[in-house]
């Protein structure tokens, strides 16, 4: 028998999905944790209330193989996985846009200073020019 947990962010709650599989049945649950939980307290609710959980009826498991992946491709798939959908709560990702957007503030100010100042530069080698032909 296997069993696998996993907890994703489902809009605008934290969900558990249990995968029950035993030779070529597969049982599915879900639950529904709110706030996005700890270790802890994901460790201590499959303690106490695991027995009351309500599976679904076995599915003829044929489509999933339990086979070793080379551990360099899982990590890349691991890769993809975070990038594409990203982890952190609502709060987290609210702040890393907020950041994002400050950063590009900061660049095109920072291009706009650097304009001006190649600018100034500028006319001050065509003045020096305009100096050095005018004569002493």
Request: proline residues 3%.
């Given at each position: 028998?296997?069993i696998?947990?996993?907890?994703?962010?489902e809009?605008?709650?934290?969900?558990?999905v249990?995968?029950?599989?035993?030779?070529?049945?597969?049982?599915?649950a879900?639950?529904?944790?709110?706030?996005?939980?700890?270790d802890?307290e994901?460790?201590?609710?499959?303690?106490?209330?695991?027995?009351s959980?309500?599976?679904?009826s076995p599915?003829?498991?044929i489509?999933?193989?339990?086979?070793?992946?080379?551990?360099?491709?899982?990590?890349?798939k691991?890769?993809?996985?975070v990038?594409?959908?990203?982890?952190?709560?609502?709060?987290?990702?609210?702040?890393?846009?907020?950041?994002?957007?400050?950063?590009?503030?900061?660049?095109?100010?920072?291009?706009?200073?650097?304009e001006e100042?190649?600018?100034?530069?500028?006319?001050?080698?065509?003045?020096?020019?305009?100096?050095k032909?005018?004569?002493?």
């Amino acid at each position: 028998m296997k069993i696998t947990l996993n907890v994703f962010y489902e809009d605008p709650f934290w969900v558990g999905v249990f995968e029950k599989s035993f030779e070529d049945n597969l049982e599915v649950a879900k639950v529904v944790f709110g706030s996005e939980p700890k270790d802890g307290e994901v460790y201590e609710f499959i303690l106490r209330r695991y027995n009351s959980i309500k599976f679904s009826s076995p599915i003829k498991d044929i489509g999933i193989k339990n086979k070793k992946l080379n551990p360099k491709k899982l990590q890349r798939k691991i890769k993809e996985q975070v990038q594409n959908c990203g982890l952190g709560t609502k709060a987290q990702n609210a702040l890393k846009l907020e950041f994002e957007n400050n950063k590009k503030q900061r660049k095109e100010t920072a291009k706009i200073k650097r304009e001006e100042a190649e600018k100034i530069r500028f006319q001050l080698k065509q003045q020096k020019k305009k100096d050095k032909k005018r004569g002493h």
